[in-house]
Every structure is written in structure tokens, then in C-alpha cells.
């Protein structure tokens, strides 16, 4: 089979894999035969690749790197693929908030991200595949990439975190009783640590939640604030100073009217006793 063209512009996570792959096997003087051989995958399958007409597994990655030599440089280049397929501005988001110094963020309905359980993330990822919205692979990274994004919440570094949550989002159960009851204790657990507050905005707030989707604000190590805000199709990341400033006005007048610390503790507490 001919060798596919290189494509003209990098445009997304699965081109420049292809591309990378194309560079990496010519590098070695590597005909897309034998390097078909040194995987075990057909030739057709490299060009296709290549030329970003077929999906990256995760083991053809893993193979790529073993056969050129390339450490994990295939492995990080799929797991950008995955990434990929997360809300629009998402990715951007979670770097930054890897190195922030501040998170104040806003949930409904479920645990916020970092509060998750790795049970009850799986839990809503397997309900996901249930409505064929994404893969089992991709549940599987999607919990994967959750875990290792809450690493964000430990070490010296850690920054100091603000959430809020609807009420909705400890009185809806996710997963078995044990799963439910499991991420609860976990929620209690974390509303201890010095650093971190977690408040309650009761459904009696009703319309005074000025949010109607979840909305973080980050500070970063210059001071600066952005916002990032998330509807069912889409994630918005907000640098526009006023608009930021807007987001953070409402949040303060939320968390003003949300429940205290202590108040919010004991009714995360009742909530997990109710199911004993």
C-alpha cells in the first residue's frame, strides 16, 4: 500500500499522532510494513493511522512506543486523543487548575469532579455507556483522568478550595447504597481538612442560586481570575475581566446565603444516616 501524505495542518490530537508516528518510523528507516511487524498490526492499519482515518487504541500506543523507542511520548499523545473528547475548554481548565492557587467552584445535581469517589465516577461514567454516549475505553480514561486531576488537592502545593453544592447534589443517589453512602463519608471527610469548605445552598434558596450550570473561578499564582462554566454541550473558558467579575460577585452573595460550614456538615451527615 502507498504511504499516505502528510497532512498539511496539525489539527487535532489524532493528526498529530499520525504525524508523530510517520516522523518517529522514518526516523528509523522504518517502512510502515515493518513497522506493522514490529507491532503487530497490519500495514494498512499504520497508514490509516498515519493519515488519521482510524481511531488510536491505547494498545497500539503502548506498542508504538515500545517498537520506536519513544518512552510514553504515544501514550501521552493518545491520552490527549481522549482528552480530546471532553467538553470544549475543558482540558485548558484543568491545567490551570493544576497550578492555581485558589478553586471556588459551584455544582448541581452531582459531586463536584474533585469530590468524587473513584465507585461514583465510575458509577456515572458506566451510565454514559448505558446511553451510548461515550465508549467503556473512554469510562475507563474518564475515570482515570478524574483520579489523577484530584491530585491537585494534595501535597504542600495544594490550593485552598471554596465549593458549593446544590442541595441536589447529596440528596441525589449515584450508584448502589454503598457507593452512595461511601461518597458521602467522603464528603465529611474532606469538609475537615484545613483548606477546604464545602457549604450546602439549600432547594429553599430556589431562584436566589444566581447559576443555573456549574461554574469554577480559579485564582492563579499572578492574582488573576478566570472563570469556567459548563452546560450540557459545551465547557466555557472565561478570561474577560468583567465577566469574571461577575461570576465572583454572584458567588460571594451564595455563599453568603448558602448554609454555614457546620450546617452544611450535619446535613451531609443526616443525609448519609438516612440511609443506614
Avoid at 499572578?222 to 472563570?227: H, L, N
Amino acid at each position: 500500500m502507498m504511504e499516505s501524505e502528510e497532512p498539511e495542518h496539525v489539527s487535532s490530537p489524532a493528526i498529530r499522532f499520525g504525524n508523530e508516528l510517520r516522523r518517529s518510523r522514518r526516523s528509523k528507516g522504518l517502512s510502515q510494513t515493518a513497522l506493522g511487524k514490529l507491532m503487530g498490526f497490519s500495514h494498512g492499519l499504520i497508514s490509516y493511522v498515519e493519515g488519521a482515518k482510524k481511531p488510536v487504541t491505547l494498545n497500539f500506543a503502548v506498542a508504538a512506543d515500545q517498537a520506536l523507542g519513544t518512552g510514553r511520548m504515544f501514550w501521552e499523545l493518545w491520552r490527549q486523543i481522549e482528552s480530546a473528547s471532553l467538553l470544549e475548554g475543558f482540558a485548558e481548565f484543568v491545567k490551570e487548575e493544576a497550578r492555581c492557587k485558589r478553586i471556588r467552584t459551584f455544582e448541581l445535581n452531582v459531586v463536584p469532579g474533585l469530590f468524587q469517589t473513584e465507585a461514583y465516577a465510575s458509577a456515572l461514567a458506566a451510565a454514559a455507556v448505558l446511553r451510548r454516549s461515550i465508549t467503556k475505553d473512554q469510562a475507563t480514561e474518564r475515570v482515570r483522568f478524574l483520579m489523577n486531576r484530584q491530585r491537585v488537592l494534595r501535597g504542600e502545593g495544594a490550593p485552598e478550595v471554596h465549593a458549593v453544592m446544590d442541595e441536589s447534589c447529596i440528596r441525589r443517589p449515584v450508584g448502589s447504597a454503598a457507593i452512595w453512602r461511601d461518597q458521602l463519608q467522603h464528603l465529611e471527610r474532606l469538609a475537615e481538612r484545613p483548606g477546604l469548605t464545602i457549604q450546602v445552598a439549600p432547594a429553599a434558596l430556589g431562584e436566589r442560586i444566581p447559576f443555573t450550570m456549574p461554574v469554577v473561578l480559579l485564582t492563579l499564582r499572578d492574582r488573576s481570575v478566570i472563570g469556567y462554566a459548563e452546560s450540557q454541550a459545551r465547557g466555557i473558558l472565561e478570561r474577560d475581566r468583567r465577566a469574571v467579575d461577575a461570576w465572583s460577585s454572584d458567588y460571594d452573595q451564595l455563599q453568603v446565603e448558602s448554609l454555614s460550614k457546620t450546617a452544611s456538615l450535619a446535613m451531609i451527615r443526616a443525609a448519609r444516616k438516612d440511609l443506614q
